[in-house]
């Protein structure tokens, strides 16, 4: 498959890094505003073209597939227009900003027979299992705890002054958007919908959430959900039962997994994984996706269903919180 990437940012070259590690994967072109730095990361790579208007890469018709790496606020736009034009499309996380736009998405992808898929790591990686796995030996699961805390390294240049994208609610961004969304999907797969949401953000003066907290109420356990981006957390997350304890060193990955009893040492369920080989699944799963679809029918429709799902809460904990964008489309 013969995929182009837009955006030139360290998280489009972890996913190369991934596809590369992809037997079918090629990587045909890189699309930036920018030519300097479109070439730049072609070179690196080893691809042979470069776009810097979006029109150009939908209408070549050797692209297949393209890894959209945007600013959030022009996911959809972009995404809508990739897709009408026969592409496959995987969209970094979050997929859309709004569930509607995700439902409309996924309905083009339907009717022009594409593939259209969120690049989070959680749906699409292989050790998805051995969490669930480890779950059954906690006997009365009666609470949770899912952190995601993660220093910016655009925090200080926003302490200058200066007002970083991820930072600005004119590219619909900020901390929820960024790291909280890695919580709510585990949340929503292990143990599903909740009753009742809880949900508040702490703000910048630029308007984005830098930190919040959400609490799923379910029928006999509480989950809570904590994230930040302008503090480093170190106590990772933790599944708590009468019969043990499952840790995660990082919730977004699924690395470090240990099941812990009172009173025993820990027992390594998972260990440490690359980011770029735990990406590389993403990049299968489109591959597999798009040319074996009666195969893999089941987990396509899961990951669309969990998408839309995902989503529609985030935009629940937006409302709950005040988490308003300021949409830009440039």
């Not at 990437?5 to 996913?15: A, C, K, L, P, Q």
Request: with cysteine; net charge neutral.
């Amino acid at each position: 498959m013969k995929y182009a990437v837009i955006g030139t940012s360290w998280i489009t070259e972890e996913f190369i890094m991934g596809a590369n590690l992809v037997e079918g994967m090629e990587l045909l072109g890189v699309c930036s505003r920018s030519y300097s730095k479109g070439k730049a990361l072609a070179e690196k790579f080893g691809a042979p073209r470069v776009f810097v208007d979006l029109y150009d890469l939908a209408r070549n018709a050797d692209v297949e597939a393209v890894y959209v790496a945007s600013p959030n606020s022009l996911h959809y736009e972009q995404s809508k227009m990739l897709l009408k034009a026969g592409k496959h499309v995987i969209c970094e996380k979050p997929i859309t900003v709004e569930p509607e736009q995700l439902a409309e998405l996924q309905a083009i992808a339907a009717e022009n027979g594409k593939v259209y898929i969120e690049a989070i790591m959680y749906m699409f990686n292989p050790v998805r299992p051995k969490l669930k796995a480890s779950m059954q030996a906690l006997g009365n699961i009666t609470s949770a705890h899912f952190d995601f805390s993660q220093l910016s390294s655009k925090y200080p240049a926003y302490k200058r002054g200066e007002n970083p994208n991820i930072f600005n609610p004119e590219f619909a961004t900020g901390c929820l958007m960024d790291l909280g969304i890695y919580c709510i999907y585990p949340a929503l797969d292990l143990f599903g919908c909740p009753k009742d949401i809880w949900s508040t953000a702490q703000f910048l003066e630029s308007g984005a959430d830098s930190s919040g907290t959400t609490v799923f109420k379910y029928d006999k356990m509480l989950l809570t959900m904590t994230w930040s981006k302008i503090a480093q957390g170190f106590c990772g997350s933790e599944i708590l039962g009468d019969g043990g304890t499952v840790t995660i060193d990082s919730i977004s990955q699924l690395n470090g997994i240990k099941f812990c009893r009172k009173g025993g040492e820990p027992v390594e369920v998972v260990g440490e994984t690359p980011k770029h080989v735990i990406m590389s699944h993403e990049a299968k799963a489109l591959l597999d996706f798009a040319t074996k679809p009666e195969e893999t029918a089941g987990q396509y429709n899961e990951a669309s269903k969990m998408a839309l799902a995902v989503s529609t809460v985030m935009k629940k904990i937006r409302n709950q919180s005040g988490i308003k964008f300021a949409i830009r489309n440039a």
